[in-house]
């Protein structure tokens, strides 16, 4: 049976953390399941991820820059981090290369240390060796969370409220617009919605004032799309989750890129993998605390629906019609 048939990447996860996995135990506090696993290291976890980005999969490097591929390739790790409330600490890269001009890969490395630099971060090691399949890169992103501060999926409980951190869709948006017109025209079509494809933010700040406040219930970030990740947090929890769509939090870019795109924005937004924005659940009550402690960083924040007991995530139209939620990215 083909990964595609079995179920696809969530039910290989699955699987292999069924069969192969550490149990949690002796230092191991969380395993396979979450954005990162957390091991303890006295009054702290330590908080360890890893992300496999591979040529003509993740990236083509004719609408990409080297420079912004290394930035991408560690902040999608640092992105994890901050899902689990943490702080990031050192990144170990290990990356297969063509043999190609040393300069491309001083530029990825520079990406790399940039992202690194802006977060708190710093290269500690890793690996280098040939590849006759393109460039790809692995990062294993270590950081660190305190115990009482600690976010996770499986905390959802029916009658939060869902909230998500600035704008969706913005980096489908990007991508849609790099493939249908190439990198300089991309540019010129929505310079911030191909921004946000090709460097990503990592919310590290904004998540670590939504920990403080002691009122998260569950988070992870937005890589696959809100319709997937949101899925993930809702089985994690064992609860469902509606949706409003016209509480979709769209920005104007987008709106200007849809239009070149002849795209409709809120299924992009609802859809669309890669924005590494944060999805939060919390008490109904304390959400305008939660969003305050994010605008107090720089960041926007919104409530988008509401947890609720029975399992599935559907899309509320404004006239109260319910509809599945638009289909996010699959591996398989």
Known sequence: MRISEFGGEDALISLIRDR???????????????????????ERFLVVTTDLLVENTHFRMDINDPYLLGWKSAAVN????????????????????????VSVVESIYQGLADANASFGSAIAGGDTVGSSAGIVINVTQLGTVERAEVARRDGARAGDSVIVTNTLGDSLAGLQ???????????RASTFCVEKHLKPEPRVAEARA?????????????????????????????VGARVKADALPLSQDLHIAS??????????????????????????????????????????????GEIVERSGIVLV????????????????
């Open 177 to 187: 617009l790099l493939l249908k017109l190439g990198l300089d025209e991309a540019r």
């Open 210 to 238: 939504a920990v403080k406040t002691g009122k998260v219930h569950a988070m992870m970030d937005l890589s696959d799309g809100l319709s997937l990740d949101l899925a993930r947090l809702c089985a994690a929890s064992g």
């Open 259 to 304: 239009a070149r795109l002849d795209a409709d924005p809120a299924a992009l937004a609802a859809a669309g993998g890669e924005d590494y924005e944060l999805l939060i659940t919390c008490g109904a009550s304390d959400s305008a605390a939660l969003i305050n402690a994010i605008e107090s960083v720089g960041s926007s924040a919104r409530v988008i």
């Open 78 to 101: 640092i992105s994890d981090i901050a899902a689990m409330g943490g702080e990031p600490t050192y990144s170990f890269v290990s990356i297969g290369l063509p043999d190609i001009d």
């Open 20 to 42: 192969f996995a550490g149990a949690a135990g002796a230092g191991l506090a969380l395993g396979i399941g979450d954005d990162a696993a957390l091991i303890e290291i006295g």
């Open 317 to 332: 139209s404004p006239d109260g019609a319910e509809r599945p939620m638009p289909t996010g990215w699959q591996h398989f």
